[in-house]
């Protein structure tokens, strides 16, 4: 796409879109810099219900999506037709005002993480329009702006999939730290089965004597760095499987305990504090374990989980008060299953008593 006069036959009217996209870009602009500071807020006094505001972000996304398809039609395909663009642009800069004034309204009262999930997708939206608007700017080729309004969509699809409510957008990183712990035990594991990339002896081109003479420099694991590597691994384990409790019995929507939108919130805060604990335990096996700095913090893990486990509600939801209701009538089962937080102070002393051992 270009906008000049041998595309144009109005020099008047590739003036109007010039300035029509950088007006788009400067409220892009706007936008991103409002999101990007921690305290802006849209302007509204009052608090606006999540379902509301929720399906008020989801349409302008999907109008965001369409106007940068209408876009690409009439100036990013050849030969451009900027009659087109003028009404597109305007009504696209009006929808990018709605994305981040919607994304602004949503508070700490609906949740942190759902207000920081809500606000990074509008802020990937806008990051991918800027660079396909300076394309048209600049005149760049189809190629280019199809790849850009493909970027687009992209964003748009991804923030569509905006969380229901504050315990699903917590469910979310909670589980990303899932993965960063499973990384972890798998570092740990190979520090106890450490593999050597094979090499073909029928070809010698003297690395061979190179990683042989370095191997020789290596420290050798001994048998009490074993010990000690084998006893984190064993409370990393049982970190995971401690986390999952909390998963099922607090964070999903059978949820057996009664919980609000600040205390998901909390939960989440309190368990990323152990995060980077674990990754100073990882480093700490590091051979020579030393192990006077191993149990002083697996000691600040240990306060770290007592912390979170203390956050977590014991309030047992309406629904499970029914069923342990149903359940004491019952004579016939004398021994009851435990209850989900009762699972999870089991799990915890686990934990607690595999970090004694070290």
Request: charged share 30%; aromatic share 4%; with cysteine.
């Amino acid at each position: 796409m270009s906008l000049n006069l041998n595309h144009h036959p109005s020099m008047a009217e590739d003036s109007k879109v010039r300035d029509a996209l950088q007006s788009t870009l400067n409220e892009i602009g706007k936008g991103l810099d409002a999101l990007q500071k921690d305290a802006a807020r849209s302007g509204l006094t009052e608090t606006i219900p999540l379902e509301i505001l929720r399906k008020d972000f989801i349409s302008v996304v999907s109008l965001i999506y369409n106007y940068s398809t209408r876009l690409w039609i009439a100036i990013g395909k050849q030969p451009p037709t900027p009659s087109a663009a003028l009404p597109t642009l305007k009504d696209l800069s009006q929808h990018v005002s709605t994305l981040y004034g919607c994304a602004l309204a949503f508070r700490d009262v609906h949740g942190k993480s759902f207000m920081s999930e809500a606000r990074r997708s509008a802020v990937d939206i806008l990051v991918a329009l800027q660079p396909l608007l300076q394309e048209y700017m600049a005149g760049k080729s189809s190629d280019n702006t199809m790849r850009k309004t493909a970027a687009i969509h992209e964003s748009c699809d991804k923030a569509r999939n905006l969380s229901l409510d504050a315990r699903e957008a917590v469910c979310k990183e909670w589980k990303v730290d899932n993965e960063t712990l499973k990384d972890a035990m798998k570092e740990v594991n190979e520090m106890l089965n450490p593999e050597r990339p094979g090499h073909d002896e029928e070809i010698s081109d003297g690395w061979d004597e190179l990683l042989d003479g370095e191997a020789a420099h290596e420290v050798e694991l001994t048998e009490k760095d074993r010990a000690a590597i084998k006893k984190v691994t064993v409370v990393l384990e049982r970190l995971v499987s401690y986390r999952k409790q909390i998963q099922k019995t607090v964070l999903s929507p059978a949820a057996q305990v009664e919980i609000d939108v600040t205390t998901y919130d909390q939960i989440l805060e309190l368990s990323r504090e152990f995060i980077p604990i674990v990754d100073d335990i990882v480093g700490c096996l590091d051979l020579p374990v030393e192990l006077d700095e191993l149990k002083q913090l697996v000691e600040a893990l240990g306060r770290s989980l007592r912390k979170l486990h203390n956050a977590i509600p014991r309030a047992p939801t309406n629904v499970s008060v029914q069923m342990d209701r149903l359940d004491l009538s019952d004579h016939s089962k004398p021994d009851q299953p435990l209850s989900g937080i009762d699972v999870l102070q089991s799990k915890l002393d686990d934990i607690l008593a595999s970090m004694q051992a070290i």
